[in-house]
C-alpha cells in the first residue's frame, strides 16, 4: 500500500489514544534541549508501548536505552499494582532531565533509573524475572543484549526491539555497512531461534516482537 509521506502517521496518530499532556512535554523539550531528538519513540509507537504493556499488565519491565524517559512511562502505564520498571541508560548528561520527567510523570515510584554501561549495570538485576524487556541502545549490541536477558523473561514474556528496519536499508543489500549487517543477522537469527516466535511491525524504524515460548 503506497500513501504519500506523513499522511498515513498523521492518520494513525489521529485514530489512538491521544499522547498524554506530560509525554507531548517531554518530546516537546527533548526536540528543543537534546541531540539526536528523533530517537524518541514518539506518539504512536508510545502508544503502542502503552498497549503491550496494558495486555500484559506486567510486574517487572526492563528497558535498555531510556533516552530522555518517553518509552520508559508509556510502559509504566500498563504495570500492575506493585509493579516496576528498571531503565538503563549510558548517558549521564541525561540524568537531570530524567529525574524531572520522571517527577512529573505519576510513575516516579514505580521507576528505577540506572545510569551506566547496559553491560554493567544487567548483573546487578540478573536475580529478577521480567515480563517485558525493551531494548532500545546501541544496536549493534541487540542480539548480545538478546543473550543476556533471554533467560530472565518468564515464559510467555515479550521482549521488544526497535529501529530493525533502518528507513529500509536492510531490505537492500547494496547497504552492507557494519551496522546494517548486525543488524540483518540479528533478524535471522531471532527468526529461526526455537525459544522464542516473533513477528516485524513496519512502524516507524520497525519494532521487532519477541514472544519466549512456554517450553
Ligand atoms: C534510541 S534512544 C532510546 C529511546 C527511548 N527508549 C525512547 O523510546 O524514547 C537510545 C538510548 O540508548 C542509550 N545507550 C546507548 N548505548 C547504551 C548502553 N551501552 N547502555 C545503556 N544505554 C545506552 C543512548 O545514550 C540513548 O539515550
Redesign the pocket.
Known sequence: MELPDGLLQTYLENHCEPEPPVLQKIAHETHLKVLRPH???GHYQGRLLSFFSKLLQPKAIL??????????ICLAEGLAENGEIDT????PE?EEMLKTNFSTSGFVDKINLYI????NIFPLLSHKIYDIA?I???KR?NYKYYELILDNIRPGGLILV??ILRKGKILDNKHQENDIRLLREFNDKITVDARVENLILPIRDGLMIIRKKQL
Open positions: 530517537m524518541i519513540s528497558e535498555i536505552g531510556t533516552f530522555t524517559g518517553y518509552a520508559t538503563i541508560e549510558v548517558n541525561l551506566g554501561e547496559a553491560f525493551f532500545d541502545a546501541d549490541n526497535d529501529n
